[in-house]
């Protein structure tokens, strides 16, 4: 078992940044590919970043490309999304996910989620 526990999320204005952690307990997350993952109110969860066990491929959704990075600290167990000029359209539940391979790919799956954290971008 896996626990994800995410955090760093808040309110921000348009322009301004967040960085999310993500933390794990119960099991190193070294030897696994990790995710991030958002749902924004009335819309499905949705792709956002990835990055395999090592941090050497990452994958974004286009529309954070170039303002999301993704990356990870395998001896502190944590992952982390560095969210800059946030967006009104940012605004969403943001959960990672523990994936069931060392590398990504768009078919990768994941076997555990964290509860979430709301981040909120105002215009």
């Known amino acids: 078992q896996v626990q994800l526990v995410e955090s760093g999320g808040g309110l921000v204005q348009a322009g301004e940044s967040l960085r999310l952690s993500c933390t794990a307990s119960?099991?190193?997350?070294?030897?696994?590919?990790m995710g991030w993952f958002r749902q924004a109110p009335g819309k499905e969860r949705e792709f956002v970043a990835a990055?395999?066990?090592?941090?050497?491929?990452?994958d974004y959704v286009d529309s954070v490309k170039g303002r999301f990075t993704v990356s990870r600290d395998n001896a502190k167990n944590t992952v982390y999304l560095q969210m800059n000029n946030l967006k009104p359209e940012d605004t969403a539940v943001y959960y990672c996910?523990?994936?069931?391979?060392?590398?990504?790919?768009?078919?990768?799956?994941?076997?555990?989620w964290g509860q979430g954290t709301q981040v909120t971008v105002s215009s």
């Open positions: 119960g099991r190193t997350i070294g030897s696994n590919a």
């Open positions: 996910a523990f994936g069931n391979s060392p590398f990504y790919t768009t078919s990768l799956t994941y076997d555990y």
């Open positions: 990055i395999n066990w090592n941090g050497g491929r990452t």
